[in-house]
């Protein structure tokens, strides 16, 4: 049997390259994001100087920096649909990666600049191009695609844990440089897994070039149900923008809601705010699996129990997590000392989490079964710029927590994605008819 065909616990050998490499590829992403807004704002004097930014222009900095990266996924998935193919863009995007963290590890302002703008394009180029190329290693309806999914999630998540609490440490305590240069390292491990293991990856992602058949399936003109079901991607886009734009309060409101208003005493520690910045990434190792086997049950007494409505559930999932803040924010509110039970902001991650299980990786899945071929990765790139403009989206919504008070922005995202949800799922059947069947399953070896 050639490699690429060849299984592990179930799935193709490559998957676990694929996981691997992401894993790094994040650890890389989400270790330099941690001390990113800390690096611009510190001092430029003592034993480990920043830059000096004021926390305005560094907060605005952050915001771009992570809205362009998910944006360039739509050139990185273009790139790899036309002519290379999303194998040979993920390999580009990997060595742009190793170059981009590592010359952050240098002490110059020049190095900065630079090296942010290669991790732009790093980004752009692996994120949505891996993500299609998990899919492309379950041909067809293959029952397998949703787990193999929840399994690559996990690893990015993995990733994500580590890396505030690594890179974050070292570059806090010992030097931004070498938290970055930690970063860079990380990274060169995943592209040195990704080049080893592409005798696993035959026939996965290659260019249409190399494609067998490619000139009549690239020509053809798309079919209506193609079409319809590219309406149905760009639909559900919608709720992307909503999930993320709640979501992502992680980093921002919350962060900062955290430090000032949740007693963090713990046994006579007191956590540090950053800490919980790991919570969420935990919280998926630990229950991306049941949540995905409670899927699998539910399927199979509910055959037609699909994507949207897992994401619609996740949407109204996540949005009870802010009923949770919100009852921090009353406590807080009313407590002598100001502040709020840490049970409500474990509670709310819970909820988040949950959610985003119900949505993120299905999301992935979807895509991948739901995008005509030639454009599959642009698709998956549309995807994660939209994921980008919710990341900026809830930066904005964090800011008007200022005008409005915390009680009324946590209430107010609470009851938007409740009621968003459940018009979801009212409309949920006359969205499900532009799928086509796409969603259809096939067991293992059927057919
Ligand atoms: N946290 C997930 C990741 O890093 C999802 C991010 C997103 O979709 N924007 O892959």
């Known amino acids: 049997m050639p490699d690429a065909r060849k299984t592990l616990w179930g799935h193709p050998k490559g998957l676990y390259i694929l996981f691997f490499t992401e894993l790094w590829e ?6 330099m994001r941690a001390i990113l807004v800390l690096y611009l ?17 560094a907060l605005e900095l952050y915001g771009w920096y992570t809205m362009l990266v998910y944006l360039m996924g739509v050139p990185g998935g273009w790139i790899a649909d036309r002519w290379l193919g999303q194998k040979k863009t993920v390999m580009i995007g990997g060595l742009l990666l190793c170059a981009g963290h590592c010359i952050l590890a240098l002490e110059a302002l020049w190095a900065f600049y630079l090296g942010l703008a290669l991790i732009v394009s790093g980004v752009g180029a692996l994120k949505p191009n891996i993500s299609i190329m998990v899919g492309g290693l379950y041909p067809g309806r293959d029952v397998r695609r949703d787990s193999g999914f929840t399994l690559f999630y996990i ?10 609490l690594l890179v974050g440490y070292l570059g806090e305590v010992v030097s931004w440089h070498y938290g970055f240069g930690l970063a860079g390292l990380g990274m060169i491990l995943g592209q040195l897994i990704y080049i080893w293991g592409q005798r696993y990856l035959t026939g996965v992602g290659d260019s249409p070039a190399e494609r067998v058949r490619h000139t009549e399936e690239d020509n053809k003109p798309l079919t209506r149900e193609e079409k319809d ?14 999930f993320w734009g709640a979501y992502e309060q992680a980093g921002g409101l919350m962060n ?6 949740i007693d963090r005493m713990v046994g006579g520690f007191e956590i540090p705010a950053s800490y919980f910045q ?8 630990l229950f991306g699996g049941p949540v995905a086997l409670m899927w699998v049950r539910i399927r199979n007494k509910n055959p037609e129990v699909a994507s949207l409505f897992k994401m619609a559930v996740g949407t109204i999932i996540m949005g009870a997590g802010f009923l949770l803040m919100a009852g921090a924010s009353g406590e807080a509110d009313s407590a002598s000392h100001g502040k709020a039970a840490i049970w409500w902001i474990l509670g709310a991650y819970l909820l988040h989490v949950i959610g985003e299980l119900c949505t993120s990786p299905v999301a992935l899945s979807f895509i991948s079964k739901l ?26 919504v964090g800011e008007a927590a200022q005008k409005f008070g915390e009680t009324a922005i946590f209430n107010g995202i609470f009851s938007f994605c409740t009621m968003f949800g459940i018009l979801l799922l009212l409309f949920l059947k006359k969205l499900n008819k532009l799928a086509h069947d796409a969603e259809a399953v096939q067991l293992p070896g059927q057919g």
Request: proline share 5%; hydrophobic share 45%; no cysteine.
């Open 256 to 261: 900062i809601y955290a430090k000032e208003k």
């Open 229 to 242: 079901r590219m309406i149905l991607l760009f639909l559900s886009f919608l709720i992307v923008i909503v």
């Open 371 to 396: 995008a005509p071929h030639k454009y599959s990765s642009f698709m998956m790139g549309a995807y994660f710029a939209t994921t980008g403009l919710g990341n900026k989206l809830a930066g904005e």
């Open 155 to 164: 690893g990015i998540n993995i990733g994500a844990f580590l890396a505030p």
């Open 26 to 31: 994040r650890f890389s992403y989400y270790g």
């Open 278 to 285: 790991s919570l969420p990434a935990l919280y998926v190792i």
């Open 41 to 57: 704002t510190a001092a430029t004097t003592g034993d480990n100087p920043g830059l000096g930014w004021e926390n305005a222009s």
